[in-house]
């Protein structure tokens, strides 16, 4: 089951979340309706290359990548969206394009777009297109240590 690793983390750490199961849906916009959450409190994680190592980049559901500003946060040349393709293998628990922002569990820098650093919660998807996890920003900020964009 996709969601394992994720709830073992968060259990671990004694971090209250709430599940939320909704109807299939693929885009940021279809899950935030299909969930009932907010656009701006849906976390969207986005993969990039920044000088060739993998790298998450989370942010609102209507945010688009700021690869210019990541590139200057990270003191990096290149930074690029990366295919789907390119880095499915490095998620074999998750359905494809539904990875949870935890780049922690998968070896991966994480970065996350200030706008969604304000909110109180966040809810992001939990492996599958099916599942979200809703909790307190500030709890995965705790787990994570992302970069602040």
Do not use: W
């Not at 971090?15 to 849906?25: F, L, M, N, Q």
């Not at 980049?57 to 290149?78: F, H, I, M």
């Not at 293998?89 to 922002?101: H, V």
């Not at 996890?133 to 705790?142: G, M, S, T």
Request: proline fraction near 6%; glycine fraction near 6%.
């Amino acid at each position: 089951m996709p969601f394992s690793k994720l709830e073992h983390l968060l259990d671990a750490n004694h971090v209250r979340y709430t599940k939320i199961r909704h109807s299939p849906a693929y885009t940021a916009q279809e899950i935030a309706a299909a969930a009932h959450v907010p656009g701006r409190e849906l976390a969207k994680t986005v993969i990039v290359d920044i000088d060739g190592k993998l790298a998450m980049v989370v942010q609102t559901a209507s945010s688009k990548v700021p690869l210019g500003r990541v590139r200057s946060v990270a003191g990096a040349r290149d930074v690029h969206l990366v295919s789907e393709t390119e880095f499915r293998d490095r998620f074999p628990d998750c359905e494809p394009g539904a990875m949870p922002p935890f780049g922690n569990l998968y070896g991966m820098e994480v970065f996350v777009l200030e706008d969604l650093a304000e909110d109180e919660e966040i809810a992001f998807n939990a492996g599958t297109h099916t599942e979200l996890i809703r909790l307190k920003y500030r709890d995965f900020a705790n787990l994570v240590h992302p970069t602040i964009v």
